[in-house]
Every structure is written in structure tokens, then in C-alpha cells.
């Protein structure tokens, strides 16, 4: 019976990706992505050619799960890996991991890059303790959600959208005041990583006279006062 192997890639510098990482690639029977084109392209700069790749995406998981798992059995080593970051870390992962414990098919996990670690130890923010939130309901439950954010005494940890930025540092505005200390981090190892220090206020001014932003962000809000 083989295994399932979750193999981090970089979030931004391919420079980041471990050798281990790089070893299970080279030895693994089936890679499963979410974006064969990406992750083709990152194989190529790694030097490692001829990989079986299967997209495994949040639109197919749960279409192709089982059939994964019977597919696992036969071979010896099956990676998992994302377009950046930790598989099952905001990421398609959960599910196949689940069935794979259910069927008593061994899982390893690889330490190696994710975007919010990152972001909470260079935000200025305690890093002791955290909740990490990743992306908000986009609809229903939403609200909710940010009024139970407001309530916690520890640094929050979340992800968003470029697009969706503008809101999301509004509702906080309101959920959780505007004198909070956030950070928004944007493009992680990447060469125009940039980090925005300030309150919520202060911060969502900056946003608001950009005429776009773009990249990976990452939100890192200060806690509730106990």
C-alpha cells in the first residue's frame, strides 16, 4: 500500500522550497496540483521531468477523492502539493488526508513555506498566541464571524483577496474599531513583499488611495484587550 506524501512549495522564491521537498518530487509515482501548468513550470525550474501530474482542485475534490484513494493503493508514493504554500492550509488537502486516515493509508506531512507564518512573526503583532482564521465566509455568516473575531484576546491571522481588501479592512473598521493595530501583508517572498503597519484606520486610508492592489495578502489584526 503506498502513501500520501503533502509537499509545501514556495509561496514566492523558488529558493524556498526544502530539499526534502524536492526529493519526494523527484521520487514520488503521481503528483496531484491544483494547476498542472503551474506546477509543471515549477517542476521545470527544479529540474525534475517526466512526473505524472492530475489537477486535484477545490472544484473536483469531492468528485475524486475515492478514486484517488483506490489509485494510492496500488502505488508506492503519491505528493500532494498546491499552486503556493502548505497543502490543506487554506488549500485542497483536508479531504483526501481524511479519506486517507479512514483507510488506514499512511500520510506524511512536510514542514516547509505558508504564508501566515511569515506574516504574523514580521508584523510587529504578539506571535505567542494566535487564531488563525484563513479566508471569511463570503456570505452567509460573515458577520457573525467578525463579531466573534472582535471578542478574542489574541492576534487574529487571516487571508483575503486583493480585490476584496478594501471591505474587509472597512468591516473590521466597524467590528472590531478602528484604532486596532493591523498589518497587511502583500506579495510574501516575492520581490515586491511589502508590509503595511498601522491601525485599522490608518491602514484602510493607504489601501483606499491605491488604484489597485494586487497579490497574495495576509492579515494580521491585534487582539481584543482582556
Avoid at 489509485?71 to 492550509?89: C, K, R, S, V
Avoid at 485542497?92 to 506524511?108: D, H, K, Q, S, T
Avoid at 484563513?134 to 466573534?148: A, H, V
Wanted: net charge negative; proline share 5%.
Amino acid at each position: 500500500m503506498g502513501k500520501l506524501v503533502l509537499v509545501p512549495v514556495p509561496v514566492g522564491n523558488t529558493g524556498d522550497i526544502t530539499i526534502r521537498a524536492i526529493e519526494i518530487l523527484k521520487v514520488a509515482d503521481i503528483i496531484y496540483c491544483e494547476d498542472t501548468r503551474n506546477s509543471r513550470k515549477l517542476l521545470n525550474i527544479l529540474g525534475i521531468e517526466g512526473k505524472r501530474l492530475f489537477a486535484y482542485h477545490q472544484n473536483n475534490e469531492h468528485q475524486l477523492t475515492s478514486q484517488i484513494i483506490r489509485f494510492i493503493e496500488t502505488i508506492e508514493i503519491a505528493a500532494l502539493i498546491t499552486d503556493a504554500g502548505t497543502p490543506a492550509i487554506s488549500d485542497p488537502g483536508f479531504m483526501l488526508v481524511r479519506a486517507c486516515v479512514e483507510n488506514e493509508i499512511l500520510v506524511e506531512a512536510l514542514p516547509g513555506p505558508t504564508a501566515f507564518v511569515p506574516a504574523l512573526a514580521a508584523s510587529g503583532l504578539p506571535s505567542d498566541r494566535f487564531y488563525f482564521e484563513g479566508f471569511l465566509p463570503l456570505k452567509k455568516g460573515r458577520q457573525k464571524q467578525l463579531e466573534w473575531l472582535s471578542t478574542l484576546p489574541v492576534t487574529i491571522v487571516m487571508y483575503e483577496a486583493p480585490h476584496r481588501l478594501p471591505k474587509l479592512l472597512g468591516e473590521l473598521e466597524i467590528h472590531l474599531g478602528s484604532d486596532r493595530q493591523v498589518c497587511v501583508c502583500r506579495e510574501i517572498s516575492k520581490i515586491f513583499e511589502e508590509y503595511i503597519r498601522g491601525t485599522i484606520s490608518e491602514v484602510s486610508a493607504i489601501i483606499k488611495e491605491r488604484e489597485t492592489v494586487k497579490g497574495e495578502i495576509t492579515v494580521v489584526v491585534q487582539g481584543a484587550k482582556s
